[in-house]
């Protein structure tokens, strides 16, 4: 029986859900894909939403958090062994932290009682075209077809869709990093204890000039501690041999000591230039699957959510206008370029290019340093974006600055004095 929908959405993370969400509250039929038993299964826990994420989709301040966070403190490992560290605190949280596996059933729930068919366990293989070349539909790893008008591929960053339909091919190693995690149990009073900084919830993060192309990220959840290490595949050490390291770090080891390791996952996080192309003939790539992940923090979840509804709204217009050509749904890609998401991969992209290429890879440390307590301390959309959050720190921090060169300054518009 062929089964015809409007949209056919492959992947039920933030991107896919909120495509789905999106376009089945606009009365459009949609059925969301999803490879794993459950939303969610596929995915690892112990992540961080930053408050931007409620900004946009504020009914999620009704979904299953964890903890609130409402301090954030920064440590960096100089090369000469010193430790230079900073914490900002306050009373409205910075973010919250979610279990993915839990919050991803929850926000696909949202999606499916919006209207959108959810159907699970379905490993996409393929997208199907007809004989002009439009996407009209995905074929499953049990020879299943889904057809619809529109094909939305939000299925994360080895997106089949987006390869299968030519819109671009593997990332290259140094635009991918590896995620290696670990989540401990400790019980919610020692969580509490050890992440109480007056009377503030803390997230750390830990920064080593030893080895510059990543950073360790310690997150506190009710009962678990998650901690992971990213780094490009490119990078000298792998990320495994990273956390290792960091887990001897006196701030980290006190975190987890006595816990119990009940999860350990390596995932991959894109992290460098987008698809060159995110649309085409009745197709549309949002989250992941497009690369919107921050390049330089790997935080990816605000991007995915709100390309999801983007991609979703593009498409909804196009079904109305009868016209899902590539001319058409290039609105698409026009509007996530104006959007945050375009500002903030386009500032990230200069970044990595003047750091890496010009500044050398000894500093890429220190600027992630400089970039995360900027974003954090300041804040960034919709209040600032990530360059005016970063030359404002650099303005307060002119040691950083100095670190870091006169181009990062000129660069920023920041004044750079030796
Ligand atoms: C270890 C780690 C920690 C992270 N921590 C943070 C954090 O703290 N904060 C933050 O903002 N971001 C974080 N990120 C990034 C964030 O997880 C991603 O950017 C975000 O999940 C992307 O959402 P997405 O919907 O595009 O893709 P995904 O979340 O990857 O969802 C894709 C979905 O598609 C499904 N799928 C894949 N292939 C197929 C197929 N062929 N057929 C059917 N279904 C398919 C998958 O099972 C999955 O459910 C982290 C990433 C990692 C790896």
Same mark, same amino acid.
């Given at each position: 029986m062929r089964r015809i929908y409007d949209i056919v959405v492959v992947g039920a993370g933030p991107a896919g859900s909120l495509a789905a969400k999106t376009a089945a509250e606009k009365g459009f039929r949609v059925i969301l894909l999803e490879r +794993?038993?459950? *939303? #969610?299964?596929k995915n690892v826990g112990g992540e961080l939403l930053t408050q931007d994420v409620f900004h946009h989709f504020?009914?999620?301040? /009704?979904? *299953? &958090?964890e903890r609130p966070i409402t301090r954030w403190s920064f440590h960096l490992h100089r090369e000469d062994g010193s430790l230079v560290e900073l914490a900002f605190s306050r009373s409205k949280p910075f973010g919250y932290t979610v279990h993915r596996p839990e919050w991803d059933r929850w926000v696909s729930k949202a999606a499916a009682e919006a209207g959108a068919q959810l159907k699970t366990s379905t490993l996409v293989e393929r997208v199907l075209k007809n004989e002009g070349g439009y996407a009209i539909g995905v074929e499953t790893s049990k020879g299943e077809k889904f057809y619809g008008s529109l094909v939305i591929g939000a299925d994360g960053v080895n997106s089949v869709v987006a390869r299968s339909f030519g819109l671009r091919g593997k990332w290259p190693p140094e635009a991918v990093a590896l995620a290696v995690k670990q989540t401990y149990r400790l019980g919610e009073n020692l969580v509490s204890g050890r992440f109480t900084r007056g009377g503030c919830v803390e997230a750390l993060v830990v920064f080593d000039d030893h080895y510059p192309s990543g950073y360790c990220w310690v997150f506190p959840s009710k009962r678990l501690v998650a901690l992971g290490v990213g780094a490009t &595949?490119?990078?000298? /050490? *792998?990320p495994k041999l990273q956390l290792k390291r960091m887990l001897r770090l006196p701030a980290v080891r006190e975190r987890v000591k +006595? #816990?119990? &390791?009940i999860e350990e996952a390596a995932r991959l996080i894109p992290v460098g230039p987008p698809a060159a192309k995110t649309f085409g003939d009745g197709i549309l790539l949002a989250g992941d699957a497009a690369g919107f992940t921050c390049p330089m923090e790997g935080a990816g979840y605000e991007a995915a959510a709100y390309s999801g509804k983007l991609a979703a709204e593009v498409a909804c217009e196009a079904l109305s206008a009868g016209d899902v050509s590539a001319g058409f749904l290039s609105a698409y890609e026009e509007r996530w370029r104006e959007s945050w998401i375009g500002l903030n991969l386009d500032f990230g992209g200069r970044m990595q290019n003047l750091i890496l290429r010009e500044l050398g890879i000894k500093r890429v440390s220190r600027f992630l340093y400089g970039f995360l307590t900027a974003v954090a301390k300041h804040g960034c959309y919709p209040s600032l974006s990530h360059k005016e959050a970063l030359a404002r720190f650099l303005r307060e921090n002119g040691e950083l600055l100095t670190l870091l060169g006169g181009k990062v300054g000129a660069f920023l518009g920041v004044e750079h004095s030796l």
């Open positions: +794993g038993r459950r *939303p #969610g299964d504020s009914w999620m301040a /009704e979904g *299953p &958090l &595949l490119n990078s000298k /050490e *792998p +006595g #816990g119990r &390791l």
